[in-house]
């Protein structure tokens, strides 16, 4: 049972991936969508953001990150897999400020009623998003996201690729979930492969786990 719940979890990620790879092809839309194979786990996750219509405030959102753990046996130190998902209607109020309504999703949590705000600032080299949420359900919970990226020119057709991404989720009895990722690589043809790190951090202990490896993102 175990065995077939990871295959199928696998191709659950091998076919949202080929999804969006299809989506991004007939839409031609900047989505990002990054694999990471790390000492401990497999991870995907992508951001979906449309207008409604050309030079429209309104549109939607859809994110999402899956964990799939090459030991999910607890006797053994492992976990479980994870994934999230979150679908919201957006507004944008301001040329920096957006504001969203919608849903958020994880096995855990079950389907919860979500508003956030968020913040996105970009320069040449330089993009930034915070975005604080409040999650309403059997159990409230809030979460504070950030995104750092800095994407100087190496040459004249490579860029260096650099990330900081953070998120930490809180609720009645504490803190839920967080994470720290940081991403380093190259930028070549908007796609962004190189070595990374993950450290995830669960439950009102806040244990912590790491994974590390290689990435591969790609704007599609």
Not at 35 to 57: D, E, F, P, V, W
Not at 197 to 217: A, C, H, K, L, M
């Amino acid at each position: 049972m175990l065995s077939f719940a990871v295959k199928n979890f696998s191709m659950k990620m091998i076919f949202t991936a080929a999804l969006l790879l299809f989506i991004g092809i007939v839409h031609a839309q900047n989505i990002p969508v990054e694999l990471m194979a790390g000492n401990a786990y497999l991870n995907y996750q992508h951001s979906i953001h449309r207008k409604t219509s050309a030079g429209s405030r309104f549109g939607w959102t859809h994110i999402t990150n899956m964990v799939n753990r090459y030991q999910t046996n607890t006797i053994k130190g492992g976990r479980p897999n994870e994934m999230m998902n979150q679908g919201y209607f957006t507004a944008m109020i301001h040329p920096k400020i957006t504001i969203m309504g919608g849903f958020f999703y994880t096995p855990v949590t079950d389907v919860k009623l979500s508003i956030a705000t968020q913040f996105a600032h970009k320069t040449k080299n330089w993009f930034m998003i915070l975005s604080p949420r409040f999650d309403a359900g059997k159990k409230n919970s809030y979460e504070l996201f950030g995104l750092l990226e800095y994407q100087p020119a190496l040459t004249t057709r490579t860029k260096l690729y650099s990330r900081f991404q953070f998120m930490t989720n809180h609720g009645n009895d504490g803190h839920n979930r967080s994470y720290q990722q940081l991403r380093i690589g190259i930028d070549k043809k908007a796609i962004q492969f190189g070595i990374g790190i993950t450290v995830d951090q669960y439950g009102p202990t806040t244990e912590i786990t790491t994974n590390s490896g290689v990435f591969i993102r790609k704007l599609i």
